[in-house]
């Protein structure tokens, strides 16, 4: 009698949930390292008898939850990843079948306490020391294959071998393809393909024999995009080389290149070279490294995670979730006509991409070592967050969300995309003109209380558009209370932090801390907030930017009806702020921005870069300008009194701001600042950059 009452009041139960809405109890599978796909995953260790226990891969947990759903189990399930190393040799796949719910997720986590590790690599042993004191040792059979471009050692990035082993070659000139007859080998194509694909070289800087070998590559530095190209034929008579495809622009339009996995690149320690020949690994070793300890890793797979939805409809991969999983190791391809993308490197791969994704999250997840981005949301992907991921050490940028060109369909567009506290370093380590954040035809994005840092191009992009129509989906993107410090440490430099592209109504750059954007020798703009050809419709309010070589703000001609206002641009070394760009074709000429209650102080070069401006149909008022060496302001080749003549700062000041302690970086007004009778609204810095976890799961 008692079982009976037993399942009538389990029954009972169950009726009361279903009624409720209740979901069903969730579901909790584990994998492991160790563990073996005949078993059921239900247990987070094998037993004693090791005849049960978890999973060896994330698609068997994938296949169970599956299995699951097709038996009607609709509740939430967890797959727990126990610590250590998994070596997938494809990307995990999910698909709409596997999403979940939002009152039943499905969520990828490590295991308490342990950290799992998706890696894309192979292990190199077998080295051994040479007599010139240089490593080597054979590639697996499927890194050699593929050949190999990346290598990590004991847990760090090494560099390839280039020449030269510092510095850049330059580009003698353009090629003479009457000398070389190589236009007509390229089938009669114009002079300016020949262009693209070719140059005149300084005696000895190219090899003849370096034509047509599968491991030399030539990096041709075009300020912020770099080109990697295969060398299909060298002239040694005139100098001149022939790749087997092009750059966007002739190859004379560049400052410099270099030779990866060059033989003569070994000089430097750290340095490697991949020999296509042998099939060998060659690698000069760091202070205190010994072959038979060292932990050598290859990339082998570009990508790790796939989430494969439909962009253009209702079946989406939904209500996904993965926490607490570092991915490493991804490479990086060279197609046979080379490498080209004209800006932000999006031809780049990924270790995630995703398309047809909706409220899917990442989250305290960590991306290290990879060859190119970490994480592409692109077409359909909408309402997705990023939260607490620590990025850092890819060959391109870290996050990217939409694409280049109009997807046309509104639902098929990339939108309404969270990206918080977040740590993003030390980018561009192959593809070198990448952005942290790139933003492209896609609205209704947040990016706020990221810490930014390194070697990137940009450190958030946004827009993408070169011209006022058509109009694109770039509208109501918010950025916000970020950390972006020491920027551009690499070859290119940095172009600017903060950059926006084409018309973007609703869009605001608001309270970020910009600390330090540098240029290199060559080039590097090393601005702080760029807003370039045909951006209208943003607000640019409450930033401090400090120590950014080239200015804190600077906009193209081409632009209209955007507001900057209160705002601190600190010690630009070249210039402070900047409209640059040729005037737009025809009538009307453009409207500028407001530029209001600004603070501008420096030391050193001039308040502008231009000697004088195209148009001055732009309203400036109410700021206030400070130079701290004691030499008079000028604008441009005007007094004072001669740029109000012009209706401009007609109620500004010259004058002390006052700040607090600006040499321990304290930019807090004093009582009785001028600029506070200008309308300035004292800006709090406070909570800039990623907060503790616990408080970031929500904007």
């Not at 090494?158 to 000139?173: D, L």
């Not at 995009?225 to 295969?230: D, E, I, S, T, Y």
Request: charged letters at 20%; aromatic letters at 10%; one cysteine or more.
């Amino acid at each position: 009698m008692w079982f009976l009452t037993s399942c009538v009041a389990l029954m009972a139960a169950g009726l009361l949930l279903a009624e409720a809405g209740a979901a069903p109890p969730p579901r909790t599978l584990y994998v492991s390292p160790v563990g073996r796909d005949s078993w059921s995953g239900t247990l987070p260790a094998a037993n004693r008898a090791r005849t049960d226990g978890p999973f060896a891969t994330l698609e068997r947990a994938r296949d169970a939850i599956r299995q699951a759903r097709a038996h009607g189990s609709a509740g939430a399930a967890t797959v727990l990843l126990r610590g250590g190393v998994y070596r997938p040799a494809r990307p995990f796949v999910l698909r709409p079948g596997d999403s979940g719910t939002e009152r039943s997720p499905v969520t990828y986590a490590g295991y308490p306490g342990e950290e799992p590790v998706l890696s894309g690599g192979v292990p190199i042993t077998g080295w051994r020391r040479m007599p010139d004191g240089l490593w080597s040792a054979p590639a697996p059979a499927a890194a050699a294959k593929r050949g190999i471009r990346q290598l990590f050692v004991n847990g760090a990035r090494r560099e390839r071998a280039r020449w030269p082993a510092k510095g850049w070659f330059t580009v003698a000139g353009a090629a003479d393809h009457k000398t070389t007859n190589w236009a007509a080998s390229l089938g009669g194509r114009p002079d300016d393909e020949v262009a693209r694909r070719s140059f005149r070289f300084r005696p000895g800087d190219i090899r003849a024999d370096w034509a047509g070998a599968d491991n030399v590559e030539v990096v041709v530095l075009q300020f912020w995009m770099a080109a990697r190209l295969r060398i299909h034929a060298v002239d040694e008579a005139s100098s001149t080389v022939l790749f087997t495809g092009g750059s966007w622009r002739p190859l004379t339009w560049s400052f410099g290149y270099t030779i990866d996995n060059a033989p003569q690149g070994l000089v430097t320690p750290g340095a490697w070279r991949w020999d296509a020949a042998t099939r060998t690994v060659l690698y000069h070793p760091m202070p205190g490294e010994e072959p038979d300890t060292a932990e050598v890793v290859a990339p082998l797979t570009d990508e790790l995670v796939r989430i494969e939805g439909r962009p253009n409809g209702p079946e989406r991969v939904h209500d996904v979730t993965f926490r607490g999983i570092t991915l490493k190791h991804t490479g990086w391809p060279l197609p046979a006509e080379g490498y080209a993308f004209t800006q932000a490197e999006l031809g780049a791969p990924s270790a995630v991409t995703a398309v047809g994704a909706q409220r899917c999250r990442f989250e305290r997840c960590k991306a290290q070592h990879l060859g190119g981005w970490a994480i592409d949301l692109g077409r359909g992907c909408r309402d997705n967050s990023i939260v607490g991921c620590d990025i850092r050490d890819v060959g391109a940028g870290c996050v990217k969300v939409g694409e280049a060109a109009d997807p046309k369909l509104d639902a098929a567009e990339a939108c309404g995309t969270l990206i918080s506290d977040n740590r993003l370093a030390d980018g561009c380590r192959v593809y070198l003109g990448a952005p942290a954040i790139w933003v492209g035809q896609s609205g209704r994005n947040r990016i706020c209380h990221n810490e930014i840092t390194g070697q990137f191009m940009w450190a958030v992009s946004l827009g993408w558009n070169w011209a006022y129509f058509p109009l694109n989906r770039s509208r109501d993107n918010i950025v916000e209370r970020n950390f972006i410090h020491d920027l551009g440490t690499g070859t290119l430099g940095t172009h600017g932090a903060l950059y926006c592209l084409g018309i973007s109504p609703g869009t605001v750059l608001r309270g970020n801390l910009i600390r330090g954007v540098h240029a290199t020798e060559a080039w590097g703009a090393g601005e702080g907030i760029i807003l370039d050809n045909g951006c209208s419709g943003i607000l640019v309010e409450d930033n401090v930017v400090v120590d950014a070589v080239s200015g804190g703000w600077g906009c193209n001609f081409n632009c209209y009806g955007n507001i900057i206002q209160n705002n601190i641009f600190i010690n630009g070394t070249r210039y402070q702020l900047t409209r640059y760009g040729d005037a737009p074709d025809g009538p009307p000429p453009p409207n500028g921005e407001v530029f209001a209650r600004n603070i501008v102080v420096w030391r050193d070069g001039p308040l502008f870069n231009e000697k004088d401006w195209w148009s001055f149909a732009t309203l400036w008022n109410c700021n206030l300008y400070w130079r701290t060496d004691g030499d008079p302001v000028r604008f441009m080749r005007y007094s004072f009194d001669e740029w109000k003549a012009k209706g401009l700062d007609r109620d500004s000041l010259i004058a002390d701001p006052l700040f607090v302690a600006p040499e321990k970086g304290d930019y807090r007004l004093k009582a009785g600042s001028p600029a506070l009778t200008l309308g300035f609204r004292p800006i709090d810095l406070r909570g800039v950059g990623p907060r503790k976890p616990g408080k970031a799961a929500t904007p």
